[in-house]
């Protein structure tokens, strides 16, 4: 049996999320305390109360790997540790702190920037996402191909079989819907998100991120990662250059999940916030078991199941 931890992305953040567990547990707190040391602003705040900001993307992704990366460490703490890591978008740097490539307060001040930058990449107004759903990737690989000719659009997140994610500029993506309902596709969803993510219109945030990371030493990961985009084991030597492609390229979930199970992973743990990871492994592979970690009662849940 091998057990592969997954890590939340942007979108899965709610006011509360890890309050339960912080409350309980001092590793919790203490991975709080350091991620607000090295902010400057007080990240349990941030996520317990009510605010303006916690939705703002720059404070959004160090708050989301604050507590993945918490009740990660609570997890290690109870004796229970992963085969294989991998994370949707923001969450692979959760996976890859986790492996030992980068320190968790390297990884909080890289999210942090990487925030700014995203939302800076796009003026408002300018951009659009959706979700496609039912339909086969080839007809939406196609629609979008066509519809760019209006203006730009592509595949942004292959989340599961039953739904791709399409972004880019408003009419390109407008367009692609007119295309996509001629063709028969009955649910398409607009996303409320801030920007276009994980297209070429985030160049200007991937150059950005780019000299950033070059601040940053990599080391040999200890936990091999499967990441987003290309869906394989990344080597140390690739780690700052996938995750500037990532930015701008689409994020190839179905495929990581279906590369961990072929790895020989039967169980999967979605650590930190929300279940959104393991609805869309439930969808791709029926067979595995799902477990997540977000408060007290999923933590118990999943430590009955894994502490046979």
């Known amino acids: 049996m091998a057990t592969a931890f997954v890590y939340s992305g942007q979108g899965a953040q709610y006011f509360g999320m890890g309050q339960e567990l912080y409350n309980e547990y001092a590793v919790v707190r203490a991975v709080f305390e350091e991620a607000s040391a090295t902010l400057g602003y007080d990240v349990a705040e941030l996520c317990f109360q009510e605010n ?77 996402m959706a979700a496609v759903m039912n339909a086969e990737r080839s007809v939406i690989e196609e629609s979008c191909r066509e519809a760019s000719e209006t203006a730009y659009v592509a595949p942004a997140n292959y989340n599961m079989p039953t739904q791709i994610v399409i972004g880019g500029e408003i009419e390109g993506v407008d367009k692609a819907i007119e295309i996509l309902e001629s063709k028969g596709v009955k649910r398409i969803i607009p996303l409320k998100v801030s920007g276009p993510f994980h297209t070429a219109l985030l160049h200007p945030a991937a150059e950005k991120l780019e ?71 439930k969808k791709i592979n029926k067979e595995v078991a799902v ?17 046979k």
């Open 52 to 128: 303006d900001k916690l939705h703002l993307t720059e404070y959004t992704q160090p708050a989301i790997l604050t507590v993945s990366y918490a009740l990660d460490q609570l997890l290690a703490e109870k004796g229970i540790q992963p085969d294989f890591v991998a994370g949707l978008s923001l969450g692979e740097y959760t996976a890859l702190v986790k492996a030992n490539a980068f320190s968790f307060n390297e990884a909080i001040s890289l999210v942090a920037k990487r925030g700014k930058y995203m939302s800076e990449a796009v003026p408002a107004g300018r951009g659009k």
């Open 211 to 281: 000299v950033a990371l070059s601040e940053v030493a990599v080391d040999e990961p200890k936990i091999p990662v499967v990441g987003n985009t290309e869906a394989t084991i990344v080597a140390r030597n690739a780690i700052k250059g996938l995750l500037v492609r990532q930015i701008e390229s689409p994020v190839l979930w179905e495929d990581s999940v279906r590369k961990l199970v072929e790895l020989g992973v039967d169980t999967f743990v979605e650590v930190g916030p929300g279940t959104t990871l393991s609805k869309f492994i």
């Open 291 to 307: 477990y997540n970690v977000e408060d007290l009662k999923s933590l118990t849940k999943t430590l009955e199941a894994l502490q």
